[in-house]
């Protein structure tokens, strides 16, 4: 297995979680929010697909100085709908990683625009997984406040 066949298991099975946590949220509590300060479930939700965009931009270098969320001003109705727009993003994003050559994910030196930290790609790309991941994190925390029952993710 090349190491993006390894990226794409990792990030697939990150995501398939992802989305079992998230159905498992009925829509009545989609506003739910700890405190004052923290995101809405509904917020998590977007907040982890809309990031396929500009994980894209990221690793293909490209310029995230005007960027603008595909997202941006669009209601959250539901959840099949929020994964049918994000669809096309997330694909775009995977076969980016699909096309990068072992010696490019190995070699090639990536910016964040956050923070201005330099990472290897593959390693850029690996902590994406690691974000959303944490977001899963988070979501079974906010499932656990909600006293919803968390859908069994370790399968």
Not at 30 to 58: C, F, T
Not at 75 to 81: A, G, M, N, T, V
Not at 91 to 119: V, W, Y
Request: zero cysteines; charged letters at 25%.
């Amino acid at each position: 297995m090349t190491q993006s066949e390894l990226i794409l298991l990792n990030l697939t099975e990150i995501r398939r979680r992802s989305i079992l946590l998230w159905n498992g949220l009925p829509e009545t509590h989609y506003h739910w929010k700890p405190d004052e300060k923290a995101m809405s479930a509904s917020a998590v939700i977007r907040h982890v697909l809309q990031a396929d965009y500009g994980w894209n931009i990221i690793i293909n270098q490209g310029d995230m100085t005007k960027y603008q969320s595909p997202w941006e001003h669009r209601p959250f109705i539901s959840l099949q709908e929020e994964l049918e727009f994000a669809e096309p993003y997330r694909k775009t994003l995977l076969e980016s990683i699909r096309q990068f050559s072992d010696k490019e994910l190995s070699t090639t030196q990536i910016i964040h625009p956050g923070n201005g930290a330099k990472k290897i790609l593959g390693n850029y790309v690996l902590r994406t997984g690691y974000h959303e991941a944490v977001h899963a994190g988070q979501f079974l925390s906010y499932l656990r406040a909600m006293n919803i029952d968390r859908p069994n993710i370790w399968d």
